[in-house]
T-cell receptor, first 111, second 117 residues
Framework: DAKTTQPPSMDCAEGRAANLPCNHS???????VYWYRQIHSQGPQYIIH???NNETNEMASLIITEDRKSSTLILPHATLRDTAVYYC????????????FGSGTQLTVLP | GAVVSQHPSRVICKSGTSVKIECRSL??????MFWYRQFPKQSLMLMAT?????????EQGVEKDKFLINHASLTLSTLTVTSAHPEDSSFYIC?????????????FGPGTRLTVT
């Protein structure tokens, strides 16, 4: 599975959009981009995933560049409860392998 | 989304004793379950992968005789930490996978905080 690179930490003001970047320059054509988050002392929570089209659900939007070498997770109106470590993970379709977690981005939403 | 539960949520045990952690998929059948371990300020590290009815596959450096995994049904996997030592104190997280392929999702339990005194 392709490696991902994320900034170690970011701050965001409450009510503002949080834009979390992820680089995956070695991504292959059959690899999906997944986003999970982990609130302190809890298990990871699935947020969203996509292949090449932008995706949106009730939690977030995922913007994938045309060359698929990077993506951005957008939380449109961040709240204090969105403070967590956000993980960007790339995994091949049809893979039976587990999700492999990098170090992620610690997002802190400030009041 | 699908729900994965773990029990207990936290446990304190004495050095040398064994501890069993249960992981259940509540509303789906999980052919594959994963066990992760997370030390403070670190990311999740995979310990082992288990498929229902077969032996678990352990990651390099994880002692299979110390961390016993049983995946007896499609909704239950257990991790037993045998002869626990203080260095085994950690946050243990299970994960269950529904379906196959990239469209399948991997759902995580809430974790179990193990403290060995």
């Amino acid at each position: 599975d392709a490696k991902t690179t994320q900034p170690p930490s970011m701050d965001c003001a409450e009510g503002r959009a949080a834009n979390l970047p992820c680089n995956h320059s070695t991504i292959s054509g059959n690899e999906y981009v997944y986003w999970y988050r982990q609130i302190h002392s809890q298990g990871p929570q699935y947020i969203i995933h996509g292949l090449k089209n932008n995706e949106t659900n009730e939690m977030a939007s995922l913007i994938i560049t045309e060359d698929r070498k990077s993506s951005t997770l957008i939380l449109p109106h961040a709240t204090l409860r969105d403070t967590a470590v956000y993980y960007c993970i790339v995994r091949a379709s049809g893979s039976a392998r587990q999700l492999t977690f990098g170090s992620g981005t610690q997002l802190t939403v400030l009041p | 989304g699908a729900v994965v539960s773990q029990h207990p949520s936290r446990v304190i045990c004495k050095s040398g004793t064994s501890v069993k952690i249960e992981c259940r998929s509540l509303d789906f059948q999980a052919t594959t379950m994963f066990w992760y371990r997370q030390f403070p300020k670190q990311s999740l590290m995979l310990m082992a992968t288990s498929n229902e009815g077969s032996k678990a596959t352990y990651e390099q450096g994880v002692e299979k005789d110390k961390f016993l995994i049983n995946h007896a049904s499609l909704t239950l996997s257990t991790l037993t930490v045998t002869s626990a030592h203080p260095e085994d104190s950690s946050f243990y997280i299970c994960s269950a996978r529904s379906g196959q392929g990239a469209q399948s999702e991997q759902y995580f339990g809430p974790g179990t905080r193990l403290t060995v005194t």
